[in-house]
């Protein structure tokens, strides 16, 4: 999976740069340079998002609408082509079905707008903030739109009707920086403000459910975990990253970068590690499994590069199709720590890995282990009941968790499917009312032809 990261070079231009972690560093992909000016490809890009199918990266711009690019960073094209409709984008996500993107900045009126890529054209606006957009996301599997600005307040839009569901207003007046809806639980609404406070809402009764942190250093981000249930991460200026569970009044789990504001974040899809970005140019990928309150960044760090001369303001990670829907287990705490896909190959397993690679290299085949010559083998040293009693054992408790986590594997896998067919019958659904509206139009065009020509002298 591929990291997007926006920020800035050397001389203050802004930049996007794809990296790829690998066995046992970062490989820079690609990077795209631009200046502030009007004239530029790309402009001042301010946020990004990888669309569902990972083909395309979306960035938002100061001056150029939403920017399209290939994930060597090729151009694909704007939207909308006209960059004066949209004004800057400071948000952007896409549908489930890659279809729509939305974008959320400063035009007058209009601080969301869904763009339809398939008809190249405006699907929906939305409006309602004072002091425009500054975050915006996708929520109730596709069907809604959470936004939030410099007022503090979070509009929760209904994306098909077009009307207003929820406005959430907090208890003190604070700029919105960040908004997260759940997977699992979609009426769920976390947001991160200016002053530092951290706050979830049920979006369906319209409330406040609790606030998770208090006032404090600046929290500029937040996000929900994509695999554990509850538990959200959030980086603050003062250089914590945190990991708490809503249910929780503490946090589970947090480290603190010295000498330097942490200003972005992005989970890997796993949950296993978030990778964070620093007002000094850092990207730094940490298991989020080593995380408590005294750990040290070292200790969780599984990789760290100088993505950019100057900040780092906006992470956006690739997300596994759904075809190759892959599961991992919740995020443990302690010594035995689970295999991730983002742990670098000379951490996993290690002993098991140099005895294999110690026989390939030397021409000798694995050895094949023989339950009749083990048992003979080891009798002699502990005695074979003994042996033969704590070996099975160890079989029937791997099985055990062998078939649990395959249970696991596909009650979680049934879940997506079902989502995926959720999303799929919704699309279809809404393609049919398209379809009756364009006859219906079609119909009355018609229909006024014929009465022009009747109503015409011959």
């Not at 603050?236 to 945190?242: A, L, M």
């Not at 503490?250 to 974040?265: I, L, N, R, W």
């Not at 009693?389 to 979680?412: F, N, W």
């Amino acid at each position: 999976m591929l990291l997007a990261s926006v920020g800035r070079s050397r001389n203050g231009a802004s930049e996007v740069r794809i990296h790829a972690p690998e066995a046992s560093s970062v490989v820079l992909v690609a990077s795209s340079l631009a200046s502030s000016s009007a004239n530029d490809s790309l402009g001042e890009a301010l946020c990004a998002k990888w669309s569902p199918t990972n083909g395309a990266l979306a960035v938002g711009t100061a001056d150029r609408g939403c920017v399209l690019f290939k994930p060597d960073l090729t151009p694909l094209g704007y939207v909308p082509e006209d960059a004066r409709e949209i004004g800057e984008v400071h948000a952007i996500d896409f549908s489930a079905g890659s279809r729509f993107l939305a974008a959320g900045g400063s035009a007058a009126g209009e601080e969301v707008v869904v763009w339809d890529l398939k008809r190249k054209r405006k699907h929906r606006a939305f409006a309602g903030h004072e002091r425009g957009v500054t975050t915006m996301k996708y929520g109730g599997f596709g069907r809604i739109i959470g936004s939030g600005g410099g007022s503090g307040t979070i509009i929760v839009h209904d994306v098909e009707s077009g009307a207003t569901k929820a406005k959430l207003t907090p208890p003190t007046a604070s700029g919105v920086n960040s908004v997260d809806f759940s997977q699992y639980a979609p009426e769920n609404l976390v947001s991160a403000y200016a002053d530092g406070t951290v706050r979830l809402w049920d979006t369906e009764a319209g409330q406040l459910t609790s606030t998770l942190t208090v006032r404090g250093s600046e929290c500029y981000q937040v996000a929900f975990s994509p695999t554990t249930p509850g538990l959200v991460g959030y980086v603050k200026s003062d250089g914590r990253v945190v990991l708490q569970d809503v249910a929780s009044p503490t946090p589970s789990g947090a480290v603190t970068f010295k000498g330097t504001q942490v200003t972005s974040m992005a989970w890997h899809y796993s949950g296993f590690a978030l990778a964070i970005g620093t007002s000094d140019g850092r990207v730094s990928w940490l298991d989020t499994r080593k995380m408590s309150g005294g750990t040290q960044v070292s200790q969780c760090q599984l990789y760290e590069t100088n993505a950019h001369e100057g900040g780092v303001y906006a992470l956006a990670w690739q997300q596994p199709l759904p075809q190759s829907f892959q599961v991992e287990s919740t995020p443990a705490r302690g010594d035995n720590i689970p295999d991730s896909p983002m742990t670098p190959l000379a951490d996993k397993s290690a002993g098991l890995i140099h005895k294999d690679s110690h026989h390939k290299q030397n021409g000798i085949p694995p050895p094949e282990l023989d339950r009749q010559e083990l048992h003979l083998t080891k009798s002699s040293e502990t005695g074979s009941s003994a042996l033969f009693s704590e070996l099975s054992s160890l079989v029937e408790g791997a099985v055990e968790k062998l078939g649990s986590d395959i249970s696991l594997r596909v009650r979680d896998l049934h879940l997506e499917l079902l989502r995926q067919h959720q999303l799929q019958q919704e699309e279809n659904a809404r393609m049919f009312v398209e379809l009756h509206q364009t006859q219906r139009e079609m119909a009355d065009e018609i229909a006024a032809l014929r009465a022009e020509l009747k109503n015409r002298p011959h």
